[in-house]
């Protein structure tokens, strides 16, 4: 089986939506898409996430004070998460049928990209090269949990001008995991 690097994985899977769009062109501005109203653990996943976030903003690391939940990226990352749901696994090897599916993808970048610049994401990790990926992120809001998953989505260094947040949680082995992504609306 050949071996996928690194890029090859970006490319099919979420990630690909963030570090591919980050050298991405400007176009006009589009009007910010009504914020979602986040319910359950969505709402208590950004209310924690979004604290850590207005910390980052009184210290002077990212644009905005707050991130408003915005589901459009969310069809990416539930790709993602589905995955690991249908294979009922938080630590599950990539097959011929998950590659396909990832290329799903490919079609929710290029629509988001007309009106969003993509930034960060977190909860799902790099393939190993026997191509393991896993959920890297359990269901939490506890500060230092929560914490971690922001600097893992700030770990993109355009990150810092997000604005609005797709999450998705998904459910493996009754254990509930948390994947989210980061963009902002396109200036011109």
Not at 8 to 13: A, V
Not at 20 to 43: D, N
Not at 77 to 102: N, S, Y
Not at 147 to 169: N, W
């Amino acid at each position: 089986m050949k071996k996928m690097n690194r890029r090859e994985f970006l490319t099919l899977t979420g990630a690909a939506v963030v570090a591919l769009s980050l050298a991405g062109c400007g176009g006009p501005s589009t009007p910010p898409a009504p914020p979602a109203t986040p319910t359950g653990k969505e709402a208590e996943l950004v209310a924690a996430i979004n604290k850590v976030w207005k910390k980052k903003f009184d210290a002077g690391q990212v644009t905005h004070e707050q991130l408003t939940l915005n589901q459009e990226a969310q069809e990416a990352i539930k790709i993602q998460g589905g995955i690991f749901e249908d294979a009922k696994e938080p630590v599950h090897k990539l097959t011929t049928e998950d590659m396909q599916k990832l290329v799903g993808i490919q079609e929710w970048k290029t629509s988001l990209e007309k009106k969003y610049d993509l930034g960060g994401a977190a909860g799902i990790s790099e393939p190993s090269t026997e191509r393991e990926v896993s959920l890297t992120f359990e269901y939490s809001c506890e500060d230092a949990v929560v914490q971690k998953f922001v600097d893992k989505i700030m770990g993109y260094s355009l990150s810092r001008e997000a604005e609005f947040i797709s999450v998705y949680c998904p459910v493996v082995k009754g254990k509930t995991y948390m994947i989210a992504t980061v963009f902002w609306n396109k200036t011109a």
